[in-house]
């Protein structure tokens, strides 16, 4: 099991009140996003865990375009990865802070 750690500061903080959320779901070949507002102004953690080594590369460019695009200042991201594309990895997250802005 690789465990990576990224942090960023994005352009500004998470819109949105609601203080975490989950998507994916990681026995599916998939992956598990949980997401919790935790940090304060636009810090932003990514905290990955996957069976799947090598692709460091691949993951730092991956959360640096996703923070670029949705500036999730605030949250705090832990992934369990069981294998997805760099594709999905994508569509989690932006579906993790889109459910952070959700009013309920």
Do not use: Y
Not at 15 to 33: R, W
Not at 79 to 96: E, F, H, K, M
């Amino acid at each position: 099991m690789e465990t990576l750690q990224i942090h960023h500061d994005a352009a500004r903080p998470a819109l949105g009140e609601k203080p975490s959320g989950i998507t994916g779901v990681v026995a599916s070949g998939n992956l598990e996003v949980l997401l919790e507002r935790v940090l304060d102004g636009t810090r932003c953690e990514v905290h990955i865990k996957t069976p799947v080594g090598g692709f460091d590369d691949v993951w730092r460019a991956v959360v640096a375009d996703f923070i670029e695009r949705h500036s999730p200042g605030g949250l705090r991201i832990s992934i369990n990865d069981g294998g997805a594309r760099p594709d999905t990895v994508s569509l989690r997250l932006a579906q993790g802070v889109r459910l952070m802005e959700a009013t309920e």
